[in-house]
């Protein structure tokens, strides 16, 4: 797939067939992550590769809402610390894993993981360290489900040289 037609037919999946992701495609998918843009080139990333049935049933029941991430055969979670633009560079990171799965004909959903009160529980959980920070917590599968939202039209969101 072009990254034209990648960039422009990824959507958020929540439903996933329960087969399993092969390792080596986790693997590039992560990979894809690494390589993303980051300030003063720190890479202030960690990711945890959650495949455990159980444990993803508890990162499910922790937010509340992304019950997903139970579904999904594998959850993957980017940590990011030590640096003043570990948000920033931790959200390139999580495009381009959502970017990645989609080209590897994956479905994925993004949970954000930024001022929400169970962060420092899914550090805990995941035996990350306590410098670093949730950034996103990400569902990865084969997709049981082709959503098609309705995006708002260029014209909409397009000013060239002015807001107003």
């Not at 509340?64 to 610390?81: D, N, Y």
């Amino acid at each position: 797939m072009d990254a034209l037609t990648c960039l422009k037919t990824r959507r958020s999946v929540r439903a996933y067939e329960s087969r399993a992701v092969p390792d080596a495609v986790i693997e590039d998918i992560v990979d894809c992550a690494r390589l993303a843009p980051t300030a003063m080139n720190r890479q202030p990333w960690t990711f945890v590769v959650v495949r455990d049935a159980e444990t993803r049933r508890r990162l499910a029941d922790l937010t509340g809402h992304a019950t997903f991430l139970a579904q999904a055969p594998a959850c993957i979670t980017v940590f990011c610390g030590g640096t003043e633009f570990w948000l920033e560079d931790g959200s390139a990171a999580t495009q381009n894993l959502l970017l990645a799965a989609w080209a590897h004909g994956l479905g994925s959903c993004w949970v954000a993981g930024h001022q929400v009160p169970w962060a420092d529980t899914v550090r805990d959980l995941l035996g990350a360290a306590g410098d670093l920070h949730l950034v996103s917590m990400v569902a990865v599968g084969y997709p049981a489900e082709a959503p098609e939202p309705e995006k708002r039209l260029l014209a909409d969101v397009i000013r060239w040289d002015r807001l107003r």
